[in-house]
């Protein structure tokens, strides 16, 4: 299953990913290498199952998958504080919706798990969760609140609907005083075994793919201008405001996340981090 054919990589299709992806050209690789780009439910079932070998998936998925994956190195979607693209709209000031209905985006359960971290475990609240299509006006005329992430979060942000906007980031930052991770990049552990050659060359790909990106954020401001509108200016803060790093900060955030979604049940085990290195495991610091 590993040893014969390419390897396949996981691409997220969310613009906050393409700064890592931009510059990443599976056919500048020595080794055969196909990528395929994916809502995050589809490759999150692929790199759980084997079937996509390397790349990008959101923390959550990471986290059910954890006993099968590595994490690649310094490689992650994460911000210090607000994220502009997980936003929560509501009616109310969030003391008064915390215990009634939240439609949620059926997209991604690393953000609908933090929003129930949030309103669970920091406001001490019980609410009605109804999973709907992220679609803003439809999900408000069902519920007291809505959960959107990602390019419909920010297409919604930029209409002035009167609705109160919460940055599930910044409500993190302020609870728990860390930033929060989005996405990792991780490898299956078996490909990792019978193609160290491959991962090494990928993860190398990525490095430097991510160094310019970061460098030269000019074409994926017009990419995004492309597909999803806005200004350059918006961009521009957008994409400098994420970080791409998970260095010690970014995983003491991750680890926190984990544990209290395993103390609320979301979790059905502890997660144990571990870290790819020339086939190498790294045991992430609790």
């Not at 690789?29 to 999150?44: D, I, Y």
């Not at 408000?140 to 959960?147: G, I, P, S, V």
């Not at 989005?182 to 060359?201: G, L, Y």
């Not at 979604?261 to 790294?282: F, H, I, R």
């Amino acid at each position: 299953m590993y040893s014969d054919g390419p390897t396949i990589i996981g691409k997220i299709s969310y613009t906050n990913s393409w700064p890592v992806f931009h510059n990443f050209h599976p056919s500048s690789l020595k080794v055969p290498a196909v990528m395929v780009s994916e809502v995050p439910a589809v490759l999150n079932r692929g790199m759980s199952d084997g079937s996509i070998h390397v790349g990008a998936l959101s923390s959550f998925a990471y986290a059910l998958a954890s006993e099968r994956l590595l994490l690649l190195p310094n490689l992650s979607v994460s911000a210090a504080g607000a994220v502009k693209s997980i936003l929560l709209f509501s009616k109310a000031p969030l003391e008064r919706i915390a215990n009634g209905t939240i439609a949620v985006t059926n997209t991604s359960a690393t953000s609908v798990n933090l929003l129930k971290i949030l309103m669970e475990k920091a406001m001490q609240g019980k609410p009605e969760y109804i999973s709907a299509d992220p679609d803003l006006d439809a999900m408000m005329e069902q519920a007291d609140a809505c959960l959107l992430i990602g390019d419909s979060a920010i297409r919604a942000s930029w209409q002035n609907q009167g609705y109160i906007v919460t940055d599930l980031g910044a409500m993190w930052k302020e609870w728990t005083g860390l930033g929060m991770t989005f996405a990792v990049w991780a490898v299956n552990r078996e490909a990792a075994r019978v193609k160290p050659e491959a991962i090494t060359e990928i993860a190398e790909a990525f490095a430097e793919s991510k160094a310019r990106g970061l460098r030269s954020l000019t074409p994926i401001i017009a990419a995004a201008r492309s597909a999803i509108g806005g200004t350059e200016a918006y961009w521009q803060e957008y994409f400098r405001n994420l970080c791409y790093d998970f260095e010690e900060r970014q995983q003491e955030g991750l680890n926190l996340y984990f544990r209290y979604a395993y103390e609320m049940g979301l979790l059905p085990q502890e997660v144990k981090m571990e870290l790819w290195s020339n086939n190498l495991l790294t045991r992430v610091k609790e």
